[in-house]
C-alpha cells in the first residue's frame, strides 16, 4: 500500500498568499525527490533532498527534509498562477514511492 | 534531443483488447519505468528495468507485461484490457535507480487509455 502520504490533497490559495505541502512517510528515507505537474502535463523534477534536516532553496519555493528523514515540506512564498499544479514527494527505501500529491490551485 | 517519447498519447479500448504502449528515450539511460496515474492518486509503479534484458514487478504489475530488448524502448503490453486499467500511464527514465546518486526521473507525456 501507498508510504507516502502528502496533506492536504487540494489548497485553493489567493494570488500572492504561501502556500504550503507536506510529505510524510512511515519509514525513514534515504532521500526525497519532489516533482510538479502541471495540469495535463507529466510530472517535471524539482529537487532532491539528501541530508537530514537540509533546506533548500529555489527562488520563492523552500524544501526542507526533517530530522529523522521520515517528512518533507515545500513552502511557496507569494505564490504566482505559473504555480498552479500539483505537487508530489517521492520517497526512496527500497522502492521508490510517490506520495498522493497536492493540488494547487491559485486565484488571481 | 526528444527526451523520453510515448505513443499513443491517446487511445479508447474495449474489454479483452489488447495493446502496446510504446516508449522510447534517446538519453542512454539504464534505468527505465512505468507509472500509472488514476484521479486523485500518486503515481503507481507497474514494471521497471535496469538495462536492456532485464526487468522486474513494480507495486501493480497485474495485467501488463514489458520487455526492454534495447536500452532505448520499453514497450508496455495489456493484455485483455479491463475497465480497471483506465488511466494515465507514464513512461520515465533516469541515468541511476531512481532516488538514487542524484538520479531524477525525466517522464514522457503520458498516454491517456479509456478501457470502456
Known amino acids: 500500500g501507498q508510504q507516502v502520504m502528502q496533506i492536504p490533497q487540494y489548497q485553493h490559495v489567493q494570488e500572492g498568499e504561501d502556500f504550503t505541502t507536506y510529505c510524510n512517510s512511515s519509514t525513514t528515507l534515504s532521500n526525497i525527490q519532489w516533482y510538479k505537474q502541471r495540469p495535463g502535463g507529466h510530472p517535471v523534477f524539482l529537487i532532491q533532498l539528501v541530508k537530514s534536516g537540509e533546506v533548500k532553496k529555489q527562488k520563492r519555493l523552500t524544501f526542507q527534509f526533517g530530522e529523522a528523514k521520515k517528512n518533507s515540506s515545500l513552502h511557496i512564498t507569494a505564490t504566482q498562477t505559473t504555480d498552479v499544479g500539483t505537487y508530489f514527494c517521492?520517497?526512496?527505501?527500497?522502492?521508490?514511492?510517490f506520495g498522493t500529491g497536492t493540488s494547487l490551485t491559485v486565484i488571481p | 534531443n526528444a527526451g523520453v517519447t510515448q505513443t499513443p498519447k491517446f487511445r479508447i479500448l474495449k474489454i479483452g483488447q489488447s495493446m502496446t504502449l510504446q516508449c522510447t528515450q534517446d538519453?542512454?539511460?539504464?534505468?527505465m519505468y512505468w507509472y500509472r496515474q488514476d484521479p486523485g492518486m500518486g503515481l503507481k509503479l507497474i514494471y521497471y528495468s535496469v538495462g536492456a534484458g532485464i526487468t522486474d514487478k513494480g507495486e501493480v504489475p497485474n495485467g501488463y507485461n514489458v520487455s526492454r530488448s534495447t536500452t532505448e524502448d520499453f514497450p508496455l503490453r495489456l493484455e485483455l484490457a479491463a475497465p480497471s486499467q483506465t488511466s494515465v500511464y507514464f513512461c520515465?527514465?533516469?541515468?541511476?535507480?531512481?532516488?538514487?546518486?542524484?538520479?531524477?526521473?525525466?517522464f514522457g507525456n503520458g498516454t491517456r487509455l479509456t478501457v470502456t
Open positions: 517521492a520517497g526512496d527505501r527500497n522502492q521508490f514511492y
Open positions: 538519453m542512454n539511460h539504464n534505468y
Open positions: 520515465a527514465s533516469s541515468l541511476g535507480p531512481s532516488g538514487r546518486d542524484n538520479s531524477p526521473l525525466h
